[in-house]
C-alpha cells in the first residue's frame, strides 16, 4: 500500500484521516508543520504527501513549492475553503489535486490512488516523439526541452501525454478533468487551468505566447500547431 506522509495541524483531521487510512492498509507518518513535514520526506520516503492548505508557520503553499523544486512526489492538498483564491494558489503552486474538508476516508482513498495511477500508467509505443524542442518518450514516461529532462508532477506529465498524443484535437476541460484526474462531470475545472499555467511555465519560452499548449476560448485546450 502506498506509503502516506500527512501533514495537518488540526488534530481532530489528522486522527481521522490517520484511523481511516491504517484500516485500509497504509503506512502513514503524520506532522503538524510544514518544517517537520519537509524533515520527514527525506526519513519516511512517502509516496504521496496529503498537505494541508492552512498551517501555522511555513504554509501549505510555500511547502508545496519547496517539494516542487526537486521532486515530482504526488500531493493532494486539504483544505476547508473548496472555492475560495487560496484553492487556485495551491494548485498552481504544484499540487495535483484538492479535497475539501471534512472528507469521508473513502473519497481520501480514491484520490489517492487516482493520482498514484498517473505515475503507473502502461508504456506506450517505443520511440521517441519529437515537437519543436520537446522530446516525449511515452514508454519512459518523461519529457525533455532541448535536451534537458523535465520535472512534471503527475497530473502535469499526464496531461501533456495526452494532448501531444492527439495534435490538433480539442479536449475541453471536463474531457480533461474525466481523463487526467478521474473527476466525475462535477469535478472543478481549475485544476485544468491551474496545471496548464504550470505546463506552460516549464515547456514554453514564453509561457504568455504558447507554442505547445492553446486555449481553444470557452472550450479547452488543444496541442499545437508549432510556430
Not at 68 to 73: D, K
Not at 128 to 154: C, M, N, T, W, Y
Request: aromatic share 6%.
Amino acid at each position: 500500500m502506498p506509503r502516506v506522509l500527512l501533514i495537518e495541524d488540526d488534530p481532530s483531521v489528522r486522527e481521522g484521516v490517520e484511523l481511516g487510512l491504517r484500516r485500509r492498509g497504509h503506512e502513514l507518518r503524520s506532522v503538524e508543520t510544514g518544517e517537520e513535514g519537509l524533515a520527514a520526506l527525506g526519513e519516511f520516503l512517502p509516496d504521496l504527501v496529503l498537505l494541508d492548505l492552512m498551517l501555522p508557520g511555513m504554509n501549505g503553499v510555500q511547502v508545496c513549492r519547496l517539494i516542487r523544486e526537486t521532486s515530482q512526489l504526488p500531493i493532494i492538498m486539504l483544505t476547508a475553503r473548496g472555492d475560495d483564491f487560496d484553492v487556485v494558489v495551491g494548485l498552481e503552486a504544484g499540487a495535483d489535486d484538492y479535497i475539501v474538508k471534512p472528507a469521508r476516508t473513502e473519497v481520501i482513498e480514491a484520490r489517492i490512488r487516482a493520482v498514484l495511477r498517473r505515475l503507473a500508467e502502461p508504456a506506450g509505443r517505443g520511440g521517441i516523439e519529437f515537437h519543436g524542442e520537446l522530446a516525449v518518450d511515452r514508454a519512459g514516461l518523461s519529457v525533455a526541452k532541448a535536451g534537458q529532462r523535465l520535472l512534471l508532477a503527475p497530473s502535469e506529465l499526464k496531461l501533456l501525454l495526452h494532448l501531444s498524443a492527439s495534435p490538433e484535437q480539442v479536449f475541453s476541460r471536463q474531457q480533461l478533468l474525466e481523463y487526467v484526474w478521474e473527476h466525475s462531470y462535477h469535478g472543478d475545472a481549475r485544476l485544468v487551468d491551474a496545471c496548464v499555467r504550470r505546463l506552460r511555465q516549464k515547456i514554453e519560452d514564453v509561457a504568455g505566447s504558447p507554442r505547445y499548449i492553446q486555449t481553444v476560448r470557452g472550450f479547452g485546450y488543444r496541442f499545437g500547431p508549432l510556430a
